[in-house]
T-cell receptor, first 110, second 113 residues
Framework: NAGVTQTPKFRVLKTGQSMTLLCAQD?????MYWYRQDPGMGLRLIHY???????AKGEVPDGYNVSRLKKQNFLLGLESAAPSQTSVYFC?????????FGPGTRLTVT | KNQVEQSPQSLIILEGKNCTLQ??????????LRWYKQDTGRGPVSLTI?????NTKSNGRYTATLDADTKQSSLHITASQLSDSASYIC????????????FGPGTSLSVIP
């Protein structure tokens, strides 16, 4: 099992550009999450999904969109990147309480 | 407001020594508390999970305690190793709510030879 994988690992964007982060899990988990991690702060939930075809907003959803067309994939999109979106993005999936995290994507917006 | 605070912010200890990390929370209604270890450049990995009725849980050299009355938890690391150098994150979940998972800011632990 690969667990939770994320692509890409690193990305540099210019302000106003768009991109999509891909998260994939092979554990057949129903629940998937996107978080961002900023220095000195705890992880904050951006969006989450409780099953294929469903998504919901988390704590900091502005500027992001998500889609869960397949159970194993959860996509995070930035339509018009801003410097405030410079962060490390983590995807996670869960069964019951236990959450399993991907390795992260480091995004820099200049 | 749901919050999770951790102390100290950072800690340096000698290899082989013990240490204790603290977590205070105000999340309500409480469901469970987890401790994660996050190595630099990696995603968090679960160490322990405790529900309301559990006072202590161990995972090898890691022992977590929970006092639900005072809303405090601690993570004790015994006989530290260089590989214990990481950030330790306390996470508290509200009952039956997928989005009410509050992450603490973490304690950065450095174990030096």
């Amino acid at each position: 099992n690969a667990g939770v994988t994320q692509t890409p690992k690193f990305r540099v964007l210019k302000t106003g550009q768009s991109m999509t982060l891909l998260c994939a899990q092979d554990m057949n988990h129903e629940y998937m999450y996107w978080y961002r991690q900023d220095p000195g702060m705890g992880l904050r939930l951006i969006h989450y999904s409780v099953g294929e075809g469903t998504t919901a907003k988390g704590e900091v959803p502005d500027g992001y969109n998500v889609s869960r067309l397949k159970k194993q994939n959860f996509l995070l999109g930035l339509e018009s990147a801003a410097p405030s979106q410079t962060s490390v993005y983590f995807c996670a999936s869960s069964y019951m309480v236990e959450q399993y995290f991907g390795p992260g994507t480091r995004l820099t917006v200049t | 407001k749901n919050q999770v605070e951790q102390s100290p912010q950072s800690l340096i200890i000698l290899e082989g020594k013990n240490c204790t990390l603290q977590c205070n929370y105000t999340v309500s209604p409480f469901s469970n508390l987890r401790w994660y270890k996050q190595d630099t450049g990696r995603g968090p990995v679960s160490l322990t999970i405790m529900t309301f009725s559990e006072n202590t849980k161990s995972n090898g050299r890691y022992t977590a305690t929970l006092d639900a009355d005072t809303k405090q938890s601690s993570l004790h690391i015994t006989a530290s190793q260089l590989s214990d150098s990481a950030s330790y994150i306390c996470v508290v979940s509200a009952r039956t709510s997928y989005d009410k998972v509050i992450f603490g800011p973490g304690t950065s632990l450095s174990v030096i030879p």
